[in-house]
Nanobody, 123 residues
Framework: QVQLVESGGGLVQAGGSLRLSCAASGRAFSDYAMGWFRQAPGKEREFVTAISRSGVTTYYTDSVKGRFTISRDNARNTVALQMNSLKPEDTAVYYC????????????????WGQGTQVTVSS
């Protein structure tokens, strides 16, 4: 079992920044690739970014490339999402998720999920 707890969400003006954190506990954190997903009201959950177990490899959906950065600290069992140049369309509940070994972009492939943190970007 892996327990995930997100933090760092909030309300920010367009163009601003937020940093989300996800703290993991339970099984060996470094065994899991990590992903961030988001879900806006009335929409399906969508992939945002993912990072490999070592942290060497990352992948971003096109809409956040150049604005968001994912990172992880395996010594502290944390993964972070730095979000810059935020836009109103980034408004959503953001979830971190863990998948054993290799990341994918499909939410159904992930084994463990946090409870989510709300990000609201005002125009």
């Amino acid at each position: 079992q892996v327990q995930l707890v997100e933090s760092g969400g909030g309300l920010v003006q367009a163009g601003g920044s937020l940093r989300l954190s996800c703290a993991a506990s339970g099984r060996a954190f470094s065994d899991y690739a990590m992903g961030w997903f988001r879900q806006a009201p009335g929409k399906e959950r969508e992939f945002v970014t993912a990072i490999s177990r070592s942290g060497v490899t990352t992948y971003y959906t096109d809409s956040v490339k150049g604005r968001f950065t994912i990172s992880r600290d395996n010594a502290r069992n944390t993964v972070a999402l730095q979000m810059n140049s935020l836009k109103p369309e980034d408004t959503a509940v953001y979830y971190c998720a863990a998948r054993r070994l290799i990341y994918t972009t499909r939410s159904n492939d992930y084994d463990y999920w946090g409870q989510g943190t709300q990000v609201t970007v005002s125009s």
